[in-house]
């Protein structure tokens, strides 16, 4: 499936404006080696502790995209090179990270869809603490699992239902 996300936004402006389709705000880097990645949304809510994200990502992931909130640590790395290839191995469209990562040249070598707010050499501590599959919120959005999500080199959207107007 190929998208533009200002195009879906144009075809889907009625849900745009009544808040449907939610614009994140544009705070993510593209690290990944796939621009463009959608899908059904899980969600992680974490700190500084990335054992729940190697658990999601050991599973299949065809049609999904892992949205962790980590609290936007800028602390240390939630997802390294190990995990993107985990998460490429095991089909998952993408992952967004609300904090860092790392290895971040081996990640752009890796057809995984990987959008962090920076990164950092530091890998996180490992007490398996966190909370998976609830509504977790940060710019400006509240991600919901089972909602969608778009993301190109345009920036990052996610709607309640799939929107159609993809191109093929």
Same mark, same amino acid.
């Given at each position: 499936?190929?998208?533009?996300? =200002?195009?879906?936004?144009?075809?889907?402006?009625?849900?745009?404006?009544? #808040?449907?389709?939610?614009?994140?705000? =544009?705070?993510?880097?593209?690290?990944?080696?796939?621009?463009?990645?959608?899908?059904?949304?899980?969600?992680? /809510?974490?700190?500084?502790?990335?054992?729940?994200?190697?658990?999601?990502?050991?599973?299949?992931?065809? #049609? /999904?995209? *892992?949205?962790?909130?980590?609290?936007?640590?800028?602390?240390?790395?939630?997802?390294?090179?190990?995990?993107? *290839?985990?998460?490429?191995?095991?089909?998952?469209?993408?992952?967004?990270?609300?904090?860092?990562?790392?290895?971040?040249?081996?990640?752009?070598?890796?057809?995984?869809?990987?959008?962090?707010?920076?990164?950092? =050499?530091? /890998?996180?501590? /490992?007490?398996?603490?966190?909370?998976?599959?609830?509504?977790?919120?940060?710019?400006?959005?509240?991600?919901?699992?089972?909602?969608?999500?778009?993301?190109? #080199?345009?920036?990052?959207?996610?709607?309640?239902?799939?929107?159609?107007?993809?191109?093929?």
């Amino acid at each position: 499936m190929s998208f533009k996300t =200002p195009d879906l936004l144009d075809r889907h402006e009625e849900k745009t404006q009544n #808040g449907s389709v939610r614009v994140v705000a =544009p705070m993510f880097q593209p690290y990944g080696g796939r621009v463009s990645f959608s899908g059904q949304i899980v969600t992680l /809510k974490l700190f500084e502790d990335n054992s729940l994200v190697r658990e999601a990502l050991s599973g299949e992931g065809r #049609g /999904k995209v *892992l949205v962790v909130d980590g609290g936007g640590s800028l602390r240390c790395a939630l997802v390294g090179d190990q995990l993107a *290839l985990m998460a490429h191995r095991n089909s998952w469209e993408g992952i967004i990270v609300y904090g860092c990562i790392r290895d971040a040249h081996d990640i752009g070598q890796v057809d995984i869809g990987l959008r962090a707010l920076n990164t950092h =050499p530091l /890998k996180s501590v /490992k007490k398996g603490v966190g909370q998976c599959d609830l509504a977790i919120s940060f710019g400006g959005v509240t991600f919901r699992p089972g909602e969608w999500i778009y993301v190109d #080199g345009d920036g990052v959207i996610v709607s309640d239902q799939p929107l159609n107007g993809e191109t093929r």
